[in-house]
């Protein structure tokens, strides 16, 4: 969760910041994430909580970094 979140958080950023639409991108990674998470719980590997904190630790320093960029 941690990486596919900070890749989808990094292509809306560089969406955002060289003003292009990458919406098929952006709607992709958004549903891999959810491919991810989904499959992280069927295989009982993490609980809920367990996958928002790594949302979290992926999505933090990219937002971070977008805010100290642009």
Excluded: C, D
């Excluded at 969760?1 to 991108?25: E, P």
């Excluded at 992280?40 to 904190?53: Q, Y």
């Amino acid at each position: 969760m941690i990486g596919i979140s900070a890749l989808t958080v990094f292509v809306f950023g560089l969406s955002v910041h060289y003003q292009s639409q990458n919406i098929f991108a952006i709607t992709f990674l958004t549903i891999m994430n959810g491919f991810v998470a989904s499959s992280r719980l069927v295989m009982k590997a993490h609980t809920s909580m367990e996958l928002i904190i790594g949302v979290l630790l992926g999505s933090i320093p990219q937002i971070l970094l977008l805010y100290l960029w642009l």
